[in-house]
Structures are given as structure tokens and as C-alpha cells.
T-cell receptor
Framework: DQQVKQNSPSLSVQEGRISILNCDYTNSMFDYFLWYKKYPAEGPTFLISISSIKDKNEDGRFTVFLNKSAKHLSLHIVPSQPGDSAVYFCAASPVNTNAGKSTFGDGTTLTVKP | NAGVTQTPKFQVLKTGQSMTLQCAQDMNHNSMYWYRQDPGMGLRLIYYSASEGTTDKGEVPNGYNVSRLNKREFSLRLESAAPSQTSVYFC????????????FGPGTRLLVL
């Protein structure tokens, strides 16, 4: 049973528009959530995180929203840029557990067209 | 400051051969991790080391062993490689706080024939 699901394997948007990447989880013990970005032939890089005590966290063009009752989080990128084209992974970790032991989703490949 | 480095970048093995993947970090992090990523899938934790001298199993430890040689280095060993271990392997490190960001290496692409 996959505990973290990214149901859209791919997403294509036009430059300047909003990109919305979604992630669902099933484990109610998860309380810390992270998004990573990965370019081909490179390791993932941390993008943004959110704790369950919040429902929104913003960092520049990137905003993560958390809906605990729906066990759903989303990453909004506004405006999208061609350099944002990458694979985005959602990850979740339980209460007081090292974030390195997070459970990862399968990723969504974002393509931003010029 | 190189961050997290991994060697080799690419390796081809025959079934039954052994090899060690090397990882080093220069950020003075206590915690280090080994993940594998299979095509179309997310990262799965193989082993981690919360601090020098300690190691623990992750989600998929079978067929692997690890050594935390010192604070900087964390190696992953395949004693008898199998085709199912064909994957991309990532090493990562982080500071000890549970919400601390992880830093990943560039990965080792392993093909087992």
C-alpha cells in the first residue's frame, strides 16, 4: 500500500502560468511534508516543506498548501519558468521522526513550455 | 565545499559480483542515508546512520550492507549483486534535527547483468 501518492506522472504548463502539483497521503501519523526537485543526472534538492501545524508555507514563487482533513498537499509554482522543468517529489515523515526517513511519492515530471 | 560526493558515477556488474559505493560529505553532518531510485518510482531508504558508529535498516535493506567509516563517509556494499539491484543510488546527509534539510549526492547508476 503506497502511503504517499502523486497521481499525475506528468504535467505540462505554459511559461508564466501556474503549475499545481498534487500529493495525497494515507498515514495519519505523517506530520511533516517536503517537496524535492530533481533534474536529470542530478540528486534531488530540497525545495520547500510544511509542518502539520500550518496549512500554508510560501517561499518566493513556491507555495505549499496542506489540507490535513483531506490528507492532501499541493505545490503551487507562480509564475512557472522553463527552468522549473524537473521531476518533483513529495515526501512525508511521521511525528518526531528524522526527515531523512521520509516516505516518497513516485514523482511528477513538470514541463514548462516557453 | 563539495557537499555530498559519490563514487563511482556509473558501474556495470555481473550477477554475483560485489562492489562498494562510496559517499562522503564535508558539511559536518551527523546523519547520512542511502536511497535507491527505480524508474518511475520515488526514493526508497536502504540504510541510514543517525551518527558516527550507528547504522539502521530502512525500507529495503535486503542484499546490502553499510559502514559508517567516520563522520564524513558512509559506504554501501553489495556482496552478491543481483539484476533486481539495478537502480540509481543516492547518498544524502543532514544535520541531526528531525526537520533538517537533506542534501543529496549526484547518484551512482548501477547496472547488474
Amino acid at each position: 500500500d503506497q502511503q504517499v501518492k502523486q497521481n499525475s506522472p506528468s504535467l505540462s504548463v505554459q511559461e508564466g502560468r501556474i503549475s499545481i502539483l498534487n500529493c495525497d497521503y494515507t498515514n495519519s501519523m505523517f506530520d511533516y511534508f517536503l517537496w524535492y526537485k530533481k533534474y536529470p543526472a542530478e540528486g534531488p534538492t530540497f525545495l520547500i516543506s510544511i509542518s502539520s501545524i500550518k496549512d500554508k508555507n510560501e517561499d518566493g514563487r513556491f507555495t505549499v498548501f496542506l489540507n490535513k482533513s483531506a490528507k492532501h498537499l499541493s505545490l503551487h509554482i507562480v509564475p512557472s519558468q522553463p527552468g522549473d522543468s524537473a521531476v518533483y517529489f513529495c515526501a512525508a515523515s511521521p511525528v518526531n521522526t528524522n526527515a531523512g526517513k521520509s516516505t516518497f511519492g513516485d514523482g511528477t515530471t513538470l514541463t514548462v513550455k516557453p | 565545499n563539495a557537499g555530498v560526493t559519490q563514487t563511482p558515477k556509473f558501474q556495470v556488474l555481473k550477477t554475483g559480483q560485489s562492489m562498494t559505493l562510496q559517499c562522503a560529505q564535508d558539511m559536518n553532518h551527523n546523519s547520512m542515508y542511502w536511497y535507491r531510485q527505480d524508474p518511475g518510482m520515488g526514493l526508497r531508504l536502504i540504510y541510514y546512520s543517525a551518527s558516527e558508529g550507528t547504522t539502521d535498516k530502512g525500507e529495503v535493506p535486503n542484499g546490502y550492507n553499510v559502514s559508517r567509516l567516520n563522520k564524513r563517509e558512509f559506504s554501501l556494499r553489495l556482496e552478491s549483486a543481483a539484476p533486481s539491484q539495478t537502480s540509481v543510488y543516492f547518498c544524502a546527509s543532514s544535520a541531526p534535527d528531525w526537520q533538517e534539510t537533506q542534501y543529496f549526492g549526484p547518484g551512482t547508476r548501477l547496472l547488474v547483468l
